[in-house]
């Protein structure tokens, strides 16, 4: 069956909740494959190889937020702050666990406490999807060198996940857990009003006009929460590389999001008229040739009157267009606030 969602192709949250969705759905029985696909500019379609019903869908979806609201992966915190057990008790702040960004971790006691703590956690697992999503996640980083003196550990993260750092909030704790918890709490309809846009319902964000519930992934706005938790379990299909060049600000740790030396900071989606299974959806976000078609049009001075070898490869794919997001930074020095801007589209 496919069912037609409303969808604003400009905007990055959109393409993460399709896919997010999708993953959703596939998550749930291993032989069910989804396709997603732009009809224009306002409305993406899902075609589910079962013809589950929207209604079918929303139980998914409510069912998948249930069962991460109770998952030792978003449950689990620890004091990471303490160096042995001599400090124990000296310390009061708590960490989520799987949170990929963390503040004051000690050496060596708070690393090794995390690592265990981790590695327990990802042992309770569930799904293949389980497992890629906190992949994808990033975690705290060990090996990305020292700043000020300090160990880098930002390094480790996602550039998808765009919490802003202040007064100690952290991903897992301070919103997907939220998050997965009100989608939980809804009706069945309720959740379906929210996927299908009839009705725009922030629980976690408090309904306000400048909710983060979106986390980055556009300005600040009311975000329905049912929507929400598909766009951010559509970073999974975004993987994490590990880099050890910490030091510069040139280099960026996440698929398809990317920060460059001036500095440039923007994000390359692709747009597809045609049905794509998940798989290759990732497999196109995680390309050489999406990344480079992007840089090269955030970066060439001139017109390109010649079709790049990035946009063949792209083309042959089916990509009949790509979207460049640039991502606006506050500020604040010492907690800047992220998230992505209306994009443009850039047809091949």
């Given at each position: 069956?496919?069912i037609?969602?409303?969808?604003?192709i400009?905007d990055?949250?959109s393409?993460?909740m399709m896919v997010?969705?999708a993953?959703?759905?596939?998550?749930d029985d291993?032989g069910?494959?989804c396709?997603?696909r732009?009809?224009d500019f306002r409305h993406a379609?899902?075609?589910?190889?079962?013809?589950?019903?929207?209604?079918?869908v929303?139980?998914?979806?409510s069912?998948?937020?249930?069962r991460?609201?109770?998952?030792?992966?978003l449950?689990?915190?620890?004091?990471?702050?303490?160096?042995?057990?001599r400090?124990a008790?000296?310390?009061s702040s708590?960490?989520?666990?799987?949170?990929?960004?963390?503040?004051?971790?000690s050496?060596?006691?708070?690393?090794?406490?995390?690592?265990?703590?981790?590695?327990?956690?990802?042992?309770?697992?569930?799904?293949?999807s389980?497992?890629?999503?906190?992949?994808?996640?990033?975690q705290?980083s060990?090996?990305s060198?020292?700043?000020?003196k300090?160990?880098w550990s930002?390094?480790?993260a996602?550039r998808?996940e765009?919490?802003?750092r202040?007064?100690?909030?952290e991903f897992?704790?301070?919103r997907?857990?939220?998050?997965?918890?009100?989608?939980?709490?809804?009706?069945?309809q309720?959740v379906?009003d929210?996927l299908m846009?009839?009705?725009?319902?922030?629980?976690?964000?408090?309904?306000?006009?400048?909710?983060?519930?979106?986390?980055?992934?556009h300005?600040?706005?009311?975000?329905d929460?049912?929507r929400?938790?598909c766009?951010?379990m559509?970073?999974?299909?975004?993987?994490?590389w590990?880099?050890?060049s910490?030091?510069?600000?040139?280099?960026?740790?996440?698929?398809a999001?990317?920060?460059l030396k001036?500095p440039?900071?923007f994000?390359?989606l692709?747009?597809t008229?045609?049905?794509?299974?998940?798989a290759?959806?990732r497999?196109v976000v995680?390309?050489s040739?999406l990344a480079?078609?992007g840089?090269q049009q955030k970066?060439?001075?001139?017109?390109?009157?010649?079709?790049?070898?990035?946009a063949?490869?792209?083309?042959?794919k089916?990509?009949c267009a790509?979207?460049?997001?640039?991502?606006f930074?506050?500020?604040?020095?010492?907690?800047p606030?992220?998230w992505?801007?209306?994009?443009?589209?850039?047809?091949?």
């Amino acid at each position: 069956m496919a069912i037609r969602i409303p969808a604003d192709i400009t905007d990055a949250f959109s393409h993460l909740m399709m896919v997010g969705l999708a993953s959703i759905l596939e998550d749930d029985d291993s032989g069910r494959h989804c396709m997603i696909r732009w009809i224009d500019f306002r409305h993406a379609e899902l075609t589910i190889s079962d013809d589950l019903d929207m209604e079918a869908v929303s139980v998914i979806v409510s069912n998948h937020a249930e069962r991460w609201s109770s998952m030792k992966a978003l449950q689990s915190r620890g004091d990471y702050t303490v160096s042995d057990a001599r400090d124990a008790g000296k310390s009061s702040s708590m960490h989520a666990t799987m949170s990929p960004r963390l503040s004051a971790l000690s050496v060596p006691g708070g690393w090794e406490k995390l690592s265990q703590d981790r590695e327990a956690a990802i042992d309770d697992l569930r799904t293949w999807s389980d497992y890629r999503y906190f992949g994808a996640l990033g975690q705290p980083s060990y090996w990305s060198g020292e700043r000020s003196k300090k160990l880098w550990s930002d390094a480790g993260a996602s550039r998808w996940e765009m919490v802003t750092r202040n007064q100690g909030q952290e991903f897992v704790q301070g919103r997907l857990l939220p998050l997965a918890q009100k989608v939980a709490e809804r009706s069945v309809q309720a959740v379906q009003d929210g996927l299908m846009g009839k009705d725009i319902v922030d629980e976690a964000g408090k309904n306000s006009a400048t909710s983060r519930t979106a986390t980055g992934l556009h300005a600040p706005s009311k975000t329905d929460n049912a929507r929400a938790w598909c766009a951010l379990m559509g970073v999974s299909a975004f993987p994490t590389w590990v880099c050890t060049s910490a030091g510069n600000d040139d280099r960026d740790p996440s698929t398809a999001l990317f920060q460059l030396k001036g500095p440039i900071r923007f994000a390359v989606l692709p747009i597809t008229d045609k049905p794509w299974t998940v798989a290759k959806y990732r497999s196109v976000v995680r390309s050489s040739a999406l990344a480079e078609f992007g840089i090269q049009q955030k970066t060439t001075t001139t017109d390109m009157t010649t079709i790049s070898s990035a946009a063949d490869w792209l083309r042959e794919k089916g990509v009949c267009a790509c979207v460049l997001f640039n991502q606006f930074v506050s500020d604040n020095a010492s907690a800047p606030e992220r998230w992505l801007e209306p994009g443009e589209i850039i047809p091949l």
